[in-house]
């Protein structure tokens, strides 16, 4: 999960390089479909072509038949789904249903002033289509452009434009990352990274987060929950080895003294009224 220009494909692509998994976007999946002229990607052509949205039946139809092509066996990085909770419960029940259960949530965080400029900062070359950025990728050195052109020819798409920017950030954060970081922060699944800064610096931060995490290696949802409870546990079994510690000590002092004054059969006696005396103190120095 990321914002637009969160960076989150760049960094994708370096999960699928580690991990020799495939790299699974919606864009993709809606390409793929409709070049093979499948039902679903007609489906989706016919909603697309007459301005509407591709539906979330549609969609977890499509992503379906992705996940479970061979490559995506191993696992697979889902990129740009789910952008709604509908689409996220209906995600969950998919994978519930093909038996793979995400591992992680990964969520991309930078300032959205930082975002602004990182996307209305962007130009695209008329003639060669690079793209650059004037505050990060300014246009390069000559020769670059196509017949060897001293200079590219830049230009700001439509979408780039700042106010259209703070339009689909601001979209983003209602529709997307507010609602469903929170519903993976309810399955425990959501790792927040932070994505400013340099490209390199952001994939050691990422890969150092997915680390960190992977000590637990849940599979599936139970599993993940009793991870989480893991901690407590070493707890209390520390608390309760503590707890007879102090008994046995209490039992040790209590032994050379029940050998000394008293036969095997008055220990137990001696004891409880060792016992006893703590117990009633103890409310005796309240009332004090
Ligand atoms: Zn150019």
């Known amino acids: 999960m990321g ?21 699974v976007s919606t864009g993709d999946i809606l390409r793929r479909e409709q070049e093979q002229g499948t039902e679903l990607g007609l489906r ?11 539906d979330d039946a549609t969609m977890i139809a499509m992503i379906r038949n992705r996940l479970t092509q061979p490559d995506a066996a191993k696992g697979f990085i889902l ?32 300032n959205n002033e930082q975002l602004v400029k990182r996307l209305s900062g962007r130009r695209v070359c008329e003639l060669c289509k690079k793209v650059f950025n004037v505050h990060t990728a300014p246009p390069s050195v000559p020769p670059a452009c196509v017949d060897a052109r001293d200079e590219h020819q830049v230009v700001q798409r439509a979408d780039d434009a700042e106010d259209t920017v703070r339009a689909r950030l601001a979209k ?27 490209i390199d610096e952001v994939t050691r931060r990422m890969f150092a987060t997915l680390v960190a995490g992977s000590r637990a290696d849940p599979s599936d949802v139970k599993k993940r929950v009793a991870a989480r409870r893991k901690p407590a546990k070493p707890k209390a079994r520390a608390r309760a080895r503590a707890r007879t510690i102090v008994r046995r000590k209490a ?22 009224s060792s016992r006893r005396p703590v117990r009633k103190a103890r409310p005796a120095r309240r009332k004090k």
């Open 44 to 54: 989706a052509r016919k909603i697309m072509e007459s301005g509407g949205y591709v």
């Open 79 to 110: 990129d740009g789904f789910p952008r709604t909770i509908p689409q996220a419960e209906a995600l969950t029940k998919l994978l519930a249903e093909i038996g793979a259960p995400l591992d992680v949530v990964l969520l991309f965080e930078v």
């Open 251 to 272: 039992k040790s002092r209590a032994k050379p003294a029940a050998k000394k004054s008293a036969p095997k059969k008055q220990r137990a006696p001696v004891r409880k």
């Open 3 to 23: 914002a637009p220009g969160s960076g989150k494909g760049t960094q994708a692509q370096r999960l699928v390089s580690r991990y020799g998994i495939p790299h």
């Open 172 to 198: 983003y954060e209602e529709m997307t990352r507010r609602p469903v970081s929170g519903f993976y922060s309810y399955t425990g699944l959501i790792r927040p990274v932070d994505a400013e800064g340099d």
